[in-house]
């Protein structure tokens, strides 16, 4: 069996479409969706990150702006900034480019974005919204993944996913809106013993774990779904994801490639949040494009 690809390139776009209709439609109604990016320090990964958060949300027709501090800054000032932006009516999406410098509160910074702005869906009361099913702002990996499988045909409930992965950002959020579409959901970590002999028993296989080609053949049951949310760099300095696309695309129904995967999932994702945040806004008319 050789492996269908999920593109994420594909299904990307077909969303980017809908997602500039929908601009386009605010933007005729008097509101342009605004998504404000906070970058501290130089880390090029982040810039990268960044750079490219700049250029898709401003392709979508909607207002960027981009925030750039020095590694240096003080808490205290970074909460300011996020503290105006909150208040900025033409701003709906906020988004604090993750990792910070050690000398920052991670989580603090985090609970300080409205939660009404925090596209990211990194705030606690969003992630509590979320878990008890709530219309909120999804994480955006995670939810890029249940678009990719859903436009791709996939059937959910009744299906045993496993999650290699518990981060507060990809694994735990994974796992929880697998549960909502009723699947059957293992969680895996660095601490589960005969990590395989779970890995073998999915239908879903999700590798978010951040070990390059970690997942092989030997992981896989023959026909399931494999989503590699892994960005890695192989021997070769060439990126790779967490799972060992050669061998494993043998075994699987489907798979989904590194680069042009989850990658480009997860930016578009971020794009419909903030089209989401702004609805909602127009609607409350909290809006106005005379407010820019
Ligand atoms: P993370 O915070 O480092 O979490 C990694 C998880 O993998 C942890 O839960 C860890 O378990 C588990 N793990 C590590 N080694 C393991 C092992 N040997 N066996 C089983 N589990 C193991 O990473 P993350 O932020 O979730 O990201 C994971 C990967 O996805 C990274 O490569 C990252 O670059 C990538 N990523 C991609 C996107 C995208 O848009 N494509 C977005 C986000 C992340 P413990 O909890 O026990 O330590």
Redesign the pocket.
Same mark, same amino acid.
């Given at each position: 069996m050789t492996a269908k690809v999920i593109s994420g390139v594909e299904i990307g776009k077909e969303i980017r479409d809908e997602i500039k209709v929908g601009v386009d439609k605010l933007i005729d109604s008097g509101c342009k969706p605004g998504l404000a990016v906070i970058l501290v320090g130089e880390d090029p990964a982040s810039q990268t990150y960044v750079k490219n958060k700049e250029k898709s949300s401003i392709q979508a027709g909607m207002k960027s702006e981009q925030i750039k501090l020095p590694e240096t800054i003080s808490q205290k000032e970074l909460l300011e900034h996020v503290e105006k932006l909150n208040n900025d009516v033409s701003i709906h999406g906020i988004l604090v480019q993750l990792p910070l410098p050690s000398h920052i509160d991670e989580d603090l910074v985090i609970k300080s974005i409205s939660p009404d702005k925090d596209v990211d869906g990194f705030h606690p009361q969003n992630v509590g919204k979320m878990i008890i099913g709530q219309e909120t702002f999804l994480p955006? *990996?995670p939810h @890029?993944i249940m678009e990719m499988l859903e436009r791709s045909g996939i059937d959910i409930a009744g299906k045993h996913a496993v999650v290699? /992965?518990? $981060?507060?950002? #990809?694994?735990k959020p994974m796992g929880q809106l697998l549960l909502q579409k009723d699947a059957t959901v293992t969680y895996?970590? $660095?601490? *589960?013993k005969n990590?395989a002999s779970f890995a073998k028993q999915a239908d879903i296989l999700i590798a978010?774990? !951040?070990?390059a080609k970690?997942v092989t053949d030997e992981y896989v049951k023959e026909g399931a779904v494999v989503i590699d #949310? !892994? =960005?890695?760099r192989d021997e070769n300095g060439k990126l790779c !994801?967490?799972v060992d696309y050669d061998s494993v695309k043998e075994v699987a129904s489907a798979i989904t490639p590194?680069p042009g @995967? #989850? /990658?480009p =999932? *997860?930016i578009t994702m971020l794009l419909k949040n903030t089209l989401l945040s702004a609805e909602i806004a127009q609607r409350e008319g909290k809006c106005s494009l005379l407010q820019e």
């Open positions: 955006c *990996t @890029g290699i /992965g518990r $981060s507060n950002i #990809v694994g895996c970590h $660095s601490k *589960t990590l978010a774990i !951040g070990k970690f #949310v !892994g =960005m890695n !994801g967490d590194v @995967g #989850v /990658g =999932m *997860t």
